[in-house]
């Protein structure tokens, strides 16, 4: 099916280019959320009366995904459940449970379609998802799921010293290998001053 396009899509194009996707494609996702027009001439000379409003709204919801971004970019949420001896739920994480999440803790409203987990959550534990806030905008966020508010409190506080730990770690590496560079080049500084004598 050829469609029109509303708003930069990754991989697809950018406002107003024409394209050709599957009809399940256009229909399911591009056309039943308001990302694309179905060619026709009509839809056409509407799209280029109506660029320059289109490219407004474009922006403006390209501002509001920043907005969003700079609140939960990076952030840790945390779900809790229950889950059996060795860490196994009953049951699973949704991408509905992230989303209301996201809602109450940082009062940013996403759709369940934007939110790309990458395997999907059935175990205690740390999981990395992405929130997809526009086409420009993505967010990287980590999960805690745990039994308990305190058996959450007490991974993250792990993880966070594991962090430091690498941190520390490769910062005294760096140091090494800044100490040691300036050994080598005081020795061939050396060395070349003995060949010189």
């Known amino acids: 099916m050829k469609v029109l396009l509303l708003e930069k899509i990754k991989k697809l194009g950018d406002i107003g280019d024409l394209i050709t996707v599957k009809d399940g494609y ?3 996702y591009l056309l039943s959320r308001n990302k694309a027009l179905r060619f026709t001439k009509e839809n ?3 799209f280029q009366v109506e660029r320059e409003i289109i490219e407004k709204a474009n922006a403006e919801k390209e501002k509001i995904a920043q907005n969003s ?3 939960i970019d990076g952030k840790i949420i945390t779900i809790i459940r229950q889950a059996a001896d060795d860490g196994k739920l009953y049951g699973s994480v949704s991408n509905k449970d ?3 999440n996201l809602d109450e803790k940082f009062q940013v409203k996403i759709s369940v379609e934007d939110i790309v987990l990458i395997n ?4 205690i534990g740390f999981h990395n998802f992405v929130v997809n806030l526009h086409s420009e905008v993505e967010a990287k966020l980590k999960i805690i799921v ?3 508010e305190e058996e959450a409190k007490s991974a993250i506080k792990n993880e966070k010293s594991e962090v430091k730990v690498k941190k520390d770690n490769l910062n005294e590496l760096q140091d090494n290998k800044s100490q040691k ?3 080598d080049k005081k020795d061939k500084i050396e060395d070349e001053k003995k060949n010189k004598v």
């Open 69 to 71: 971004f700079k609140k």
């Open 98 to 100: 992230i989303a209301k």
């Open 120 to 123: 999907k959550i059935k175990e």
């Open 146 to 148: 745990a039994r308990s």
């Open 26 to 28: 256009a229909r399911n």
């Open 44 to 46: 056409q000379e509407k």
């Open 181 to 183: 560079g300036a050994e």
